[in-house]
């Protein structure tokens, strides 16, 4: 009997030892557990909150259990559509995959990245989730580690406006394309651009009574790089440029029926998508993927190396999210991979043009890291102009990026710095321009202008945002007079007043003004007035990899490296010490179409 005891005693304590197991194993279990636990983590219901994005605020609806957030929905928002895409489509999910606050923000979306995030947050704090719980830091998802091999004609690094066009053409060639883009979006830089290109378009100018021609377009450019620019390379480009919109215009594209003259470009003859900034070129092209058969694209995954066999490029070694992509090309490989203005120590390691520019912000998205620079070393291809760095006058004091610039055009407005004086020709080169910013106090000024382009406010700048957004955000300011206006963005009224006056007077007699400037359009006299605070910025990269005017890669004796082709940014040797603006989205349309063309049918 009492053995009997003794037994049922040993079992019962075992029992009580499996069963404290049992409890703490239910309390500690990890937040992603859908089992039940002893207590709830949140109240279970639904939360609506909201935070700031990059375009005011996004509102999110959270639904939680009382152990695990169940559904992450973005009610409203007006984040920049293409490019915060992949933010609002991942963010939520993760957070619900992941059961983080923790999660990794989308490259490139990052602001709205953060922006839901932010959201999501105060929505758990009301569910009286534990903030800090949840966001530690956990592991990320490891890769499966398996290769992943393909094989077609042509391969293309990056997903902008260069590589989408050498896809297209490369397709319209009768190549099966891949294109692999590091991001999780295309459109990389090109995408952010304001969108203008140029172009000599008879048709369009001759009805705005503009005279132009293709020599006048390459002697700009030429003489706008101070003659750094290859000649052949330039013809090219002036040559194929109207030919280019008239490609896109092909595929879909719109255009406005006017053109204009944009920051730095020097002569009317930019060409303004009717899609805000440059969406309009990216869905062109992804329509044409979408529709046709042969291009296949690989988001999220960055090319590592170039596959080389004999002395011939023949395929690419890449990184995916899964594991590593093995490409290899029957025809040729295309870099296309933009510039690295968003690189801090190579665009320090190159810059010869400039004081340091380690505290200047970028307008560039950052996949512009230069990855094209250093994948072309194992073929010994040439590099072409790589101190030639462009700042522009033009960047968001707070980020650096293009957008909340007010001006739509270089005619009606000017600039004034913080005496509110005028301090250059504001129709001149971009680098002329820069330069003479870096002087002024701060290196800070105003672009000032009147409502002829913003009857309402409610019209949006080239950026897709309104005036009144812009004011309403403390990013531009409004006067009904330009002592009020003056009064606003705190500069002496006399000196802003005295300026703009001397301005109208040079528009009546068409210049050019004691600045040198000639181009003018309107008077600025149409209250209200309005302004907006623009700093130096660092924009693009002209040097790059040196290429002929088949866009084939040529190596340091000047030879061509057979099945390797480059286009865009990436490239050096058309814009010399300069670019024009708008020229750049005619050169990556010319020679990513010409690259797509070379690589399909080129031996
Ligand atoms: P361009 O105007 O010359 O087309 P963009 O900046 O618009 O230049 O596009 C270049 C694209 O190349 C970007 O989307 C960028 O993320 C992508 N890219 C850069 N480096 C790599 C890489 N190593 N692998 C894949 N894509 C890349």
Known sequence: M???KQSKRIICALLCIVMAIFVVACQSKPADSSESSSSAMFTAGTYVSKAAGQNGDIEVEVTVDEESIKDVKILKHNESPEISDPAIE???K???????LAVDTISGATVTSNGIIAAVTEAIKLAGGDIAALSVKKDSVKASGETTEYTTDVVIIGGGGAGLAAAVSANENGAEVILIEKMPRLGGNTILSGGAFNAVDPGRQSKQGIEDSVDKHYTQTYEGGDKLGKPDLIRTLVE???????WLESLGMKFEDEV???????WPRAHRPSDPLGTGFIKTYEKYINENDGIKVLLDTKATELMVDGGRVVGVKAEGLEGDVILHANNGVVIASGGFAGNVEMREKYNESWPSLTDLKTTNHPGATGDGIALVEVVDANLIGMEQLQLL?????AT???SGNIEKGVENRIFVNKSGDRFVDEGARRDVMTKALLEQEDAYMWVVLDSVDYPTGDEKNNFNESMNELIEQGRAFKGDTLQELAEAIDVPADNLIKAVEEFNKVVETGGPDAFGRTLFDQKIDQAPFYAGPRVPTVHHTMGGIEINTSAQVLNKDGNVIPGLYAAGEVTGGIHGTNRLGGNALADIAVFGRIAGESAATKK
Not at 94 to 100: H, K, L, P, R
Not at 260 to 266: I, R, S
Not at 393 to 397: K, L, Q
């Open 260 to 266: 204009f003259t944009v920051l730095g470009g020097l």
């Open 94 to 100: 993760a957070i619900v995959d992941q059961q983080s």
């Open 90 to 92: 991942r963010i939520p």
């Open 400 to 402: 650096g990026s293009l």
């Open 240 to 246: 194929n440029a109207y030919p280019a919109v008239e």
């Open 393 to 397: 006058p033009m960047g968001d004091p």
């Open 2 to 4: 009492k053995h009997i």
